[in-house]
C-alpha cells in the first residue's frame, strides 16, 4: 500500500501526539509540593516528638536542591526526632490514601560523617494507620537495620536515594514480641487507610544509636495507585523547585523516538 506525502504527515502527526499524549499521563500524576518554614503547618507537615533532646526542623545547612531540607539532630544515642505530614498530632483521621494501595515511598537522605551514631542508621518511616472496620489505630514502623542488615554500613557525606515498599519488613513497636512482616501480612481490612506520615531519627524498638547522630532528608515522594505527591523542603521560597517542569524517563523518550524514525523510514522508502 503507497501512502502519498500528505498522508505520510498525517500519519506522523497523529503518531507524535500519542506519544506525547502518553508521556503527558506518565508525568501529569505528581503533584509537588515546596515545603518552608512557615508553611509547613498549613501544608499539614509538624516537628511532632523530641525526647532526650533529639530536634528535628527545616534547615538550610544542607540541601539536596533549592536552600533547604528536613534536618535532624540526636545528641545521645537513644534520643528521637520526628517530622510528621497528616493528623498524627490532632487525631482527625485524614486520609492520606488507603493501605492497600500504597505502592511505595521515596526519599534522599544525607547523613554527616563527623558524628558517632552506629553506621547502620538512617531516617525511619512511620504509617499511622486507621481501620474504619474495627475502630483500631496501629503505628507501623520501617526501620533499615530490619531490612537491609544491622551489620551494613551506609554512606557518609553524599545524598542517597532510599526506596520503601510494601514488602519490606515492618513492625508495631506496641507489640511485646517483635514481628516483622510485609504490611499485606498485617491482616486489616480493605478500608484501612494512612491518616499520618512520620519521618524520624532514633531508636523506635527500645533500642540504642550508639552516639549523635546528624542527617538531612529531602525530596519524600508518597506513592500510591494512580496518586503521586512528592514534598521539596526549602528554607526560603522560590529557591530551586527540582522538578519545575515535568520530565519524562529518558529511557521512554528513546525508545519513542527510535521507533518513530524508524516508522518515518519505512514510509520514505515505499514512498
Not at 505502592?103 to 544525607?110: A, I, K, N, Q
Not at 542508621?121 to 483500631?136: A, C, E, S
Not at 487507610?193 to 515522594?221: Q, R
Request: charged share 15%; glycine share 10%.
Amino acid at each position: 500500500m503507497k501512502y502519498n506525502s500528505v498522508q505520510h504527515r498525517t500519519l506522523l502527526t497523529v503518531l507524535c501526539t500519542l506519544v506525547w499524549c502518553v508521556i503527558g499521563i506518565h508525568t501529569a500524576q505528581a503533584a509537588i509540593i515546596e515545603v518552608l518554614p512557615e508553611t509547613q503547618y498549613e501544608l499539614g507537615w509538624v516537628p511532632y516528638r523530641s525526647i532526650n533532646g533529639g530536634y528535628t526542623r527545616i534547615s538550610p545547612s544542607c540541601h539536596l536542591c533549592g536552600d533547604g531540607s528536613m534536618g535532624f539532630w540526636l545528641p545521645e544515642g537513644n534520643s528521637q526526632a520526628e517530622y510528621v505530614f497528616g493528623s498524627g498530632k490532632d487525631k482527625n483521621f485524614t486520609n492520606l490514601g488507603k493501605l492497600d494501595e500504597f505502592t511505595s515511598l521515596s526519599f534522599y537522605w544525607f547523613r554527616a560523617s563527623t558524628f558517632t551514631a552506629d553506621n547502620s542508621h538512617i531516617p525511619n518511616i512511620k504509617f499511622y494507620v486507621y481501620d474504619p472496620d474495627t475502630g483500631l489505630e496501629h503505628l507501623f514502623i520501617r526501620a533499615h537495620e530490619y531490612n537491609e542488615g544491622a551489620n551494613e554500613d551506609v554512606g557518609f557525606n553524599k545524598w542517597y536515594q532510599q526506596t520503601v515498599t510494601v514488602d519490606d519488613n515492618w513492625f508495631q513497636p506496641y507489640l511485646t514480641a517483635k514481628d516483622l512482616r510485609d504490611l499485606d501480612d498485617w491482616g486489616l481490612s480493605s478500608n484501612a487507610y494512612i491518616y499520618a506520615l512520620g519521618i524520624s531519627a532514633g531508636p523506635e524498638d527500645g533500642g540504642n544509636w550508639g552516639g549523635t547522630y546528624l542527617g538531612w532528608v529531602d525530596l519524600v515522594s508518597l506513592n500510591f495507585q494512580n496518586q503521586e505527591t512528592i514534598w521539596n523542603f526549602n528554607f526560603t521560597t522560590g529557591n530551586g523547585n527540582c522538578f519545575s517542569d515535568p520530565i519524562p524517563e529518558p529511557a521512554t523518550i528513546s525508545l519513542l523516538a527510535l521507533g518513530l524514525t524508524g516508522l518515518a523510514y519505512r514510509l520514505r522508502k515505499r514512498h
